[in-house]
T-cell receptor, first 115, second 112 residues
Framework: AQSVTQPDIHITVSEGASLELRCNYSYGATPYLFWYVQSPGQGLQLLLKYFSGDTLVQGIKGFEAEFKRSQSSFNLRKPSVHWSDAAEYFCAVGAGSSNTGKLIFGQGTTLQVKP | KAGVTQTPRYLIKTRGQQVTLSCSPISGHRSVSWYQQTPGQGLQFLFEYFSETQRNKGNFPGRFSGRQFSNSRSEMNVSTLELGDSALYLC???????????FGPGTRLLVL
C-alpha cells in the first residue's frame, strides 16, 4: 500500500539557518510527489511538486526538494529560514495514475523558528 | 483567478445531526477532492468527484457522502454526526490532468 512517512514530528531551527525536512514514500510506480505548507487555521499551500525529469525541483518561497528514487525520499530544503516559515509541512504522494485526485499525506512536520 | 472557496468556515453541530459543506473550485477545474484533517489521524482522503461522478473513495463510513454539480461545485454531507467527526474538512480542486491540487481554507466542524 502507498504510504508517506515524515520521520520528524517537530523541528526547531534558528532564523537564518538551513533547513531539511525529511520525507520517505512507499509507492510501486513512479510517484507524483508534493510538499504543502499549512499555517495555523489555514488550508494547504503548494510549495512544489515532482512528476518527472530533473530530480531537483524548485518551489515557492525559496524552497527546493530532491527526488531520490534509490532512497524513496523527497526531502525539502531551504538554505536560510525566515521566521515566517514557521508552519506545518506536509509531504504527499499522488496515489494512482495521473488522472486521479487522491493524495496520501504524511503526518506532517511542525517547524518552529527561533529568533 | 479566484481560489477554492469553502462555506461555511466554521460550524457547530450536536451528535446525531447532519451537516452539509460546500466547495467551489477554481474556475475551469472539474475535479474536486475532499479531505478530513484531525490531530490524531492527520489528513485523510474522503472522495473525489470529476464531472459529477465519484472517481475515487477513501475508507470512510457511508455516513460520509458527496456530490458534484454541473458547474463543478461540490458538497459533502455527513449524517448522524459523531464526536469523532470534529475536524477540519478541506476541499481541493484540480484541472483535467489532476497533477496539482489547490486547497481551500477548510471548514472547521465541531460536534458537541
Amino acid at each position: 500500500a502507498q504510504s508517506v512517512t515524515q520521520p520528524d514530528i517537530h523541528i526547531t531551527v534558528s532564523e537564518g539557518a538551513s533547513l531539511e525536512l525529511r520525507c520517505n514514500y512507499s509507492y510501486g510506480a513512479t510517484p507524483y510527489l508534493f510538499w504543502y505548507v499549512q499555517s495555523p487555521g489555514q488550508g494547504l499551500q503548494l510549495l512544489l511538486k515532482y512528476f518527472s525529469g530533473d530530480t531537483l525541483v524548485q518551489g515557492i518561497k525559496g524552497f527546493e526538494a530532491e527526488f531520490k528514487r534509490s532512497q524513496s525520499s523527497f526531502n525539502l530544503r531551504k538554505p536560510s529560514v525566515h521566521w515566517s516559515d514557521a508552519a506545518e509541512y506536509f509531504c504527499a504522494v499522488g496515489a494512482g495514475s495521473s488522472n486521479t485526485g487522491k493524495l496520501i499525506f504524511g503526518q506532517g512536520t511542525t517547524l518552529q523558528v527561533k529568533p | 483567478k479566484a481560489g477554492v472557496t469553502q462555506t461555511p468556515r466554521y460550524l457547530i453541530k450536536t451528535r446525531g445531526q447532519q451537516v452539509t459543506l460546500s466547495c467551489s473550485p477554481i474556475s475551469g477545474h472539474r475535479s474536486v477532492s475532499w479531505y478530513q484533517q484531525t490531530p490524531g489521524q492527520g489528513l485523510q482522503f474522503l472522495f473525489e468527484y470529476f464531472s459529477e461522478t465519484q472517481r475515487n473513495k477513501g475508507n470512510f463510513p457511508g455516513r460520509f457522502s458527496g456530490r458534484q454539480f454541473s458547474n463543478s461545485r461540490s458538497e459533502m454531507n455527513v449524517s448522524t454526526l459523531e464526536l469523532g467527526d470534529s475536524a477540519l474538512y478541506l476541499c481541493a480542486s484540480s484541472g483535467d490532468r489532476v497533477e496539482t491540487q489547490y486547497f481551500g481554507p477548510g471548514t472547521r466542524l465541531l460536534v458537541l
